[in-house]
Nanobody, 126 residues
Framework: QVQLVESGGGLVQAGGSLRLSCAAS????????MGWFRQAPGKEREFVAA????????DYADSVKGRSTLSRDNAKNTVFLQMTSLKPEDTAVYFC???????????????????WGQGTQVTVSS
Protein backbone atom coordinates (compact mmCIF):
# COMPACT_ATOMS: atom_id res chain seq x y z
CA GLN A 1 0.00 0.00 0.00
CA VAL A 2 1.47 3.30 -1.11
CA GLN A 3 1.54 5.99 1.54
CA LEU A 4 2.74 9.57 1.32
CA VAL A 5 2.98 11.65 4.48
CA GLU A 6 3.70 15.37 4.33
CA SER A 7 5.11 17.40 7.19
CA GLY A 8 6.74 20.73 7.85
CA GLY A 9 3.84 23.08 7.28
CA GLY A 10 2.92 25.81 9.71
CA LEU A 11 2.38 29.49 10.27
CA VAL A 12 5.12 31.82 9.06
CA GLN A 13 5.41 35.54 8.45
CA ALA A 14 5.75 36.93 4.97
CA GLY A 15 9.37 36.74 3.87
CA GLY A 16 10.00 33.66 5.95
CA SER A 17 10.92 30.13 4.94
CA LEU A 18 9.61 26.62 5.36
CA ARG A 19 10.86 23.19 4.42
CA LEU A 20 8.19 20.68 3.59
CA SER A 21 8.90 16.96 3.62
CA CYS A 22 7.10 14.04 2.07
CA ALA A 23 7.92 10.55 3.27
CA ALA A 24 6.91 7.70 1.00
CA SER A 25 6.39 4.02 1.67
CA UNK A 26 4.99 1.02 -0.16
CA UNK A 27 6.77 1.67 -3.44
CA UNK A 28 10.23 1.63 -4.97
CA UNK A 29 10.66 5.34 -4.35
CA UNK A 30 13.79 5.82 -6.44
CA UNK A 31 11.95 4.71 -9.57
CA UNK A 32 9.34 7.44 -9.77
CA UNK A 33 8.96 11.13 -10.35
CA MET A 34 7.43 13.14 -7.51
CA GLY A 35 5.37 16.29 -7.49
CA TRP A 36 4.03 18.95 -5.14
CA PHE A 37 0.71 20.69 -5.53
CA ARG A 38 -1.20 23.17 -3.43
CA GLN A 39 -4.78 24.18 -2.90
CA ALA A 40 -5.79 27.52 -1.48
CA PRO A 41 -9.23 28.11 0.01
CA GLY A 42 -11.84 28.41 -2.71
CA LYS A 43 -9.38 27.58 -5.46
CA GLU A 44 -8.50 24.52 -7.47
CA ARG A 45 -5.42 22.50 -6.73
CA GLU A 46 -2.42 23.74 -8.68
CA PHE A 47 1.00 22.46 -9.61
CA VAL A 48 3.95 23.72 -7.57
CA ALA A 49 6.99 21.64 -8.50
CA ALA A 50 8.17 18.25 -9.68
CA UNK A 51 11.40 16.27 -9.55
CA UNK A 52 12.48 13.29 -11.55
CA UNK A 53 13.43 9.95 -10.07
CA UNK A 54 17.16 10.65 -10.12
CA UNK A 55 16.85 14.20 -8.77
CA UNK A 56 18.62 15.60 -11.78
CA UNK A 57 15.63 17.38 -13.28
CA UNK A 58 13.19 19.73 -11.61
CA ASP A 59 10.31 21.87 -12.79
CA TYR A 60 8.61 24.73 -10.98
CA ALA A 61 5.46 26.74 -11.42
CA ASP A 62 6.16 30.33 -12.32
CA SER A 63 4.55 31.40 -9.04
CA VAL A 64 7.29 29.75 -6.96
CA LYS A 65 10.22 29.72 -9.37
CA GLY A 66 13.27 31.32 -7.84
CA ARG A 67 11.84 30.97 -4.33
CA SER A 68 11.60 27.21 -4.05
CA THR A 69 13.98 24.28 -4.27
CA LEU A 70 12.85 20.71 -4.68
CA SER A 71 15.15 17.85 -3.71
CA ARG A 72 14.92 14.21 -2.78
CA ASP A 73 16.80 11.64 -0.76
CA ASN A 74 16.13 8.26 -2.32
CA ALA A 75 17.91 6.47 0.50
CA LYS A 76 15.34 7.91 2.91
CA ASN A 77 12.34 7.74 0.55
CA THR A 78 11.75 11.43 1.12
CA VAL A 79 11.26 14.49 -1.04
CA PHE A 80 11.78 18.03 0.25
CA LEU A 81 10.33 21.35 -0.84
CA GLN A 82 12.28 24.30 0.50
CA MET A 83 10.34 27.54 0.16
CA THR A 84 11.77 30.97 0.85
CA SER A 85 10.53 34.56 0.59
CA LEU A 86 7.06 33.30 1.36
CA LYS A 87 4.09 35.47 0.46
CA PRO A 88 0.53 35.50 1.80
CA GLU A 89 -0.60 34.12 -1.55
CA ASP A 90 1.45 30.99 -0.83
CA THR A 91 -1.08 30.11 1.87
CA ALA A 92 -2.55 26.73 0.96
CA VAL A 93 -2.63 23.06 1.78
CA TYR A 94 0.41 21.50 0.16
CA PHE A 95 0.22 17.94 -1.21
CA CYS A 96 2.89 15.63 -2.47
CA UNK A 97 2.12 13.05 -5.12
CA UNK A 98 3.85 10.27 -7.01
CA UNK A 99 3.68 9.55 -10.73
CA UNK A 100 4.03 5.78 -11.07
CA UNK A 101 4.19 5.88 -14.86
CA UNK A 102 7.84 5.67 -15.84
CA UNK A 103 8.41 8.83 -17.86
CA UNK A 104 11.36 10.71 -19.24
CA UNK A 105 9.59 14.04 -18.74
CA UNK A 106 8.07 15.64 -15.67
CA UNK A 107 4.36 16.33 -15.71
CA UNK A 108 2.37 19.09 -14.07
CA UNK A 109 -1.15 17.76 -14.45
CA UNK A 110 -2.58 16.37 -11.24
CA UNK A 111 -4.47 13.78 -13.28
CA UNK A 112 -1.16 12.13 -14.10
CA UNK A 113 -0.23 11.57 -10.49
CA UNK A 114 -1.45 8.37 -8.95
CA UNK A 115 -1.03 8.58 -5.19
CA TRP A 116 -1.40 11.56 -2.91
CA GLY A 117 -0.67 12.50 0.65
CA GLN A 118 -3.15 14.10 3.01
CA GLY A 119 -1.51 17.50 2.78
CA THR A 120 0.13 19.93 5.16
CA GLN A 121 -1.16 23.43 5.84
CA VAL A 122 1.06 26.41 5.09
CA THR A 123 -0.16 29.78 6.30
CA VAL A 124 1.76 32.95 5.53
CA SER A 125 0.76 36.03 7.48
CA SER A 126 1.30 39.53 6.16
Amino acid sequence: QVQLVESGGGLVQAGGSLRLSCAASGLIFSTYNMGWFRQAPGKEREFVAAINWGAGITDYADSVKGRSTLSRDNAKNTVFLQMTSLKPEDTAVYFCAVDVTVRTKLVSSEAQYDYWGQGTQVTVSS
